[in-house]
């Protein structure tokens, strides 16, 4: 049986990851407007990582903040409304207990947060030149 556990939101002041008083760690990411989506990608899974490296198992909750990349997708552009709606879920959200995105806002994770996160992230992105 799953165990009830509400985590008390609290958003670092600092990008980075922070124990919380309630035994939850909380990461924070904050993307800029000149940051990719593999880097952003990648800061996201070294923040699960570096979490679970220093509070092995402990539950997690991920906040993440977006500056620029506005476009017409949901107000995002095309990388980080994917970054957000296809990434998030498919990759960072089954290692935190809860999270907190622009474009969902504030989501439990219904399942129980998953603790065995790969030693490294592996992104394929479509050669640009290919695209054209």
């Known amino acids: 049986m799953k165990p009830e556990f509400t985590p008390n939101y609290q958003k670092p002041d600092a990008p980075g990851v922070a124990m919380n008083f309630d ?3 909380s990461l924070y990411q904050r993307v800029g407007p000149e940051t990719t989506f593999d880097e952003a990608a990648r800061e996201a899974f070294r923040l699960v990582k570096e979490a679970q490296d220093k509070y ?8 993440l903040d977006i500056e620029g990349h506005k476009g017409d997708q949901r107000g995002y552009d095309a990388d980080f ?3 957000q ?3 998030w879920f498919a990759t960072i959200a089954h290692f935190v207990t809860a999270f907190e995105t622009p474009l969902v806002g504030a989501l439990m994770n ?3 947060q998953r603790n065995d996160i790969p ?3 592996s992104i394929n992105l479509p050669d640009s030149e290919d695209d054209a």
């Open 23 to 25: 035994n939850t760690v």
């Open 56 to 63: 092995p198992n402990w539950p997690r909750v991920f906040y």
């Open 81 to 83: 409304f994917e970054f």
């Open 85 to 87: 709606q296809e990434f």
């Open 110 to 112: 219904p399942e129980l």
């Open 119 to 121: 030693d490294e992230l």
